[in-house]
Nanobody, 121 residues
Framework: QVQLVESGGGLVQPGGSLRLSCAAS????????MAWYRQTPGKQRELVAA???????DYADSVKGRFTISRDNAKKSVDLQMTNLKPEDTAVYYC???????????????WGQGTQVTVST
């Protein structure tokens, strides 16, 4: 009933910037929370940033002051603006939608397929 499509990943030098985008499509009315997670080999997937339908935000301590999450309900999308990137930011980044409301149904923890972000010289 809902699909997430990510874009914007790639290679960037340390100190550089990158913007990730995630577009939601399907037969739904609203999404309560949209978020970005990341995962590296051998590590647990971790929350990077989240934003609610009321525009409340939550960030991992490691990205506070460097990353900004925002959503556009008209476009049904969420962006992650990443600045001052560090090598430790290298990971596969996943878009997540939690509590997706349809006319008569609810979906939780819908995931995109992920996009690679590499920070290196």
């Amino acid at each position: 009933q809902v699909q997430l499509v990510e874009s914007g990943g790639g290679l960037v030098q340390p100190g550089g910037s990158l913007r990730l985008s995630c577009a939601a499509s399907g037969n739904f009315v609203s999404i309560n929370t949209m978020a970005w997670y990341r995962q590296t080999p051998g590590k647990q997937r971790e929350l990077v940033a989240a934003v609610t339908i009321g525009d409340d935000t939550d960030y991992a301590d490691s990205v506070k002051g460097r990353f900004t999450i925002s959503r556009d309900n008209a476009k049904k999308s969420v962006d992650l603006q990443m600045t001052n990137l560090k090598p430790e930011d290298t990971a596969v980044y996943y878009c997540n939608a939690d509590r997706v409301f349809g006319g008569h149904w609810l979906k939780t923890d819908v995931w995109g397929q992920g996009t690679q972000v590499t920070v290196s010289t």
